[in-house]
């Protein structure tokens, strides 16, 4: 049973930072790709970064790119988000993800399992 189980969220001011984690387990991670998505309410789930399970190879939605930095610990099997200069935009649920297949995505359905999602929150 693979589970991902987020942490780290929070309310901030804008421009403050924040970082979430996710913990992986239940399979061998090696290699497969982890994501972070976020939805805000009333919006679609969105794509927020993505990342190869060596770290080698990442990727961003427009939107943090510059602003926010996906990361893996691949000895603890953790993946995190670190985002900074965060805006009030930035206030969603955030949820971990990974896929069975490589190759790094960013569609909600190209990603297998999910977490139970963090809230972060940024006042103005």
């Known amino acids: 049973q693979v589970q991902l189980v987020e942490s780290g969220g929070g309310l901030v001011q804008a421009g403050g930072s924040l970082r979430l984690s996710c913990a992986a387990s239940?399979?061998?991670?090696?290699?497969?790709?982890m994501g972070w998505f976020r939805q805000a309410p009333g919006k679609e789930r969105e794509f927020v970064a993505a990342?190869?399970?060596?770290?080698?190879?990442?990727a961003y939605a427009d939107s943090v790119k510059g602003r926010f930095t996906i990361s893996t610990d691949n000895a603890k099997n953790m993946v995190y988000l670190q985002m900074s200069s965060l805006k009030p935009e930035d206030t969603a649920v955030y949820y971990c993800?990974?896929?069975?297949?490589?190759?790094?995505?960013?569609?909600?359905?190209?990603?297998?399992?999910w977490g139970q999602g963090t809230q972060v929150t940024v006042s103005s």
């Open positions: 239940g399979r061998t991670f090696s290699g497969a790709p």
């Open positions: 993800a990974a896929r069975r297949d490589y190759g790094l995505r960013s569609g909600v359905h190209d990603y297998d399992y």
């Open positions: 990342i190869s399970w060596s770290g080698v190879i990442t």
